[in-house]
């Protein structure tokens, strides 16, 4: 689950990690009393897109070819005037107006949205600040030490990526352990990383303790702040962030919900959810139904070593209702891009003969317009073969993985070149 920045900021403020005051507008002239409201000054208009290169990204009209705006995003051609950036500076009410209105309503397209970009719907007014350094913090887990670890370096304001390939001893790593927190010598020994001292040294370990709180309180699967900046008055504060939390979590933080922004949401992913299901959209045309994220990973892996690539990830679980199967398929065939579809069946808890009774429901149902191909294994999967061959349906039924696998990326060849 993602949020955008200044639901970000407001969740860290709130557990007491420094931010830059700032409001939340939808329209220029909301902009323009944003401006005064916060003093004035040096401020900041930012784009509000779940993606990060904002500041190199560019808000373009339906008119403006996308493939350009990628490449002027990605610095491979110079802005021309009057294509907006995502992030501007103002120093007057009528300026941050003007600012809003180049933003709102337009598309942002950054190195990472790719050239569809995304649609701007809010920007936020945020005080600038004179900073004396630029430094960058973010927290993710660690797969290998099944705990979080921080990382801290110097290199702050730019593509961390970039430093990770390049330089990455210049990032440092500090695993935390989520009983203890981050303790008072691993803050001091990031703080010193940083290269933070005197009243900075201590504003800084504040900040890092209160930010680990939250993340690991909040069930934060990556944060990020870059750039994490010290003001030329000693102030060490968040100037972006960056906040994804863990899904299985959720339970957790009924709260979120209202953080999150369906607009910039997947609907295939969304209406997966709300049905109890695990689906992820990918780019192939072969879509997968599979009982088991084990199994699920195995069929994709299957289907490209067979020269196909899947459309998405889906594991239906090993206790679906037959609606929910029914539910599964209406997402899956709702893809224009999909030419066949992967049916992979294990039957454990889940019955075979459920997905059968679902499938022929579906076929009925649903138009189905690609191949279907069905393997089912398991429990009563004699009794699911035999509903499917007494169907007089056209569904392709196959005997084990490769065989599976074969069939399906054949038949979406087929139906493609058709």
Request: proline fraction near 3%.
């Amino acid at each position: 689950m993602k949020v955008h920045e200044y639901q970000a900021k407001e969740l860290l403020a709130k557990a007491g990690v420094a931010v830059p005051a700032g409001i939340v507008v939808s329209t220029p002239a909301e902009a323009a009393k944003a401006y005064e409201e916060l003093g004035g000054g040096l401020i900041v208009v930012k784009a509000q897109v779940h993606a990060g290169g904002r500041g190199k990204g560019v808000a373009v009209g339906p008119e403006v070819d996308r493939g350009l705006a990628l490449a002027i995003a990605s610095g491979e051609k110079s802005r021309p005037d009057g294509m907006a950036k995502g992030v501007q500076l103002v120093k007057s009410a009528a300026d941050a107006e003007k600012a809003a209105a180049s933003l709102l309503g337009k598309t942002l397209v950054t190195y990472q949205t790719g050239p569809e970009g995304q649609a701007i719907k809010k920007v936020l007014i945020t005080v600038g600040h004179d900073i004396a350094k630029e430094l960058y913090l973010g927290l993710a887990v660690d797969r290998n030490t099944k705990r979080p670890v921080v990382m801290a370096s110097t290199e702050g304001g730019v593509d961390i990526e970039t430093v990770a390939h390049n330089t990455p001893e210049k990032i440092v790593h500090e695993p935390v352990d989520v009983a203890l927190g981050l303790q008072p010598f691993q803050a001091r020994k990031l703080c010193k990383a940083l290269g933070l001292s005197g009243d900075s040294a201590k504003k800084g370990a504040v900040f890092l303790k209160n930010f680990v709180k939250f993340c690991i309180d909040s069930d934060a699967s990556l944060a990020e702040i870059n750039p994490l900046i010290v003001t030329d008055k000693g102030e060490v504060m968040a100037l972006d962030c960056k906040l994804n939390f863990d899904d299985n979590a959720n339970f957790r933080h009924k709260d979120y919900a209202a953080l999150i922004d369906e607009d910039e949401e997947d609907p295939a992913e969304l209406r997966a959810g709300r049905s109890g299901l695990s689906y992820v959209s990918l780019d192939g045309d072969i879509a997968c139904l599979v009982n088991g994220a084990g199994l699920a990973m195995s069929t994709m892996d299957l289907i490209k070593y067979h020269g196909g690539e899947p459309a998405n990830f889906l594991d239906v679980g090993g206790g679906a209702e037959k609606d929910q199967v029914l539910e599964a398929f209406r997402i899956l065939l709702s893809s224009d891009k999909v030419n066949a579809v992967l049916v992979n069946i294990f039957g454990g808890i889940m019955r075979c003969d459920v997905i059968a009774q679902a499938l022929l429901a579906a076929y009925d149902e649903i138009d189905f317009r690609v191949p279907l191909v069905v393997r089912l294994e398991g429990t009563n999967s004699d009794i699911g073969k035999a509903l499917l061959e007494k169907s007089g349906r056209k569904i392709i039924t196959a005997d084990g993985l490769t065989d599976a696998a074969q069939k399906v990326v054949a038949a979406a060849k087929k139906h493609s070149a058709a």
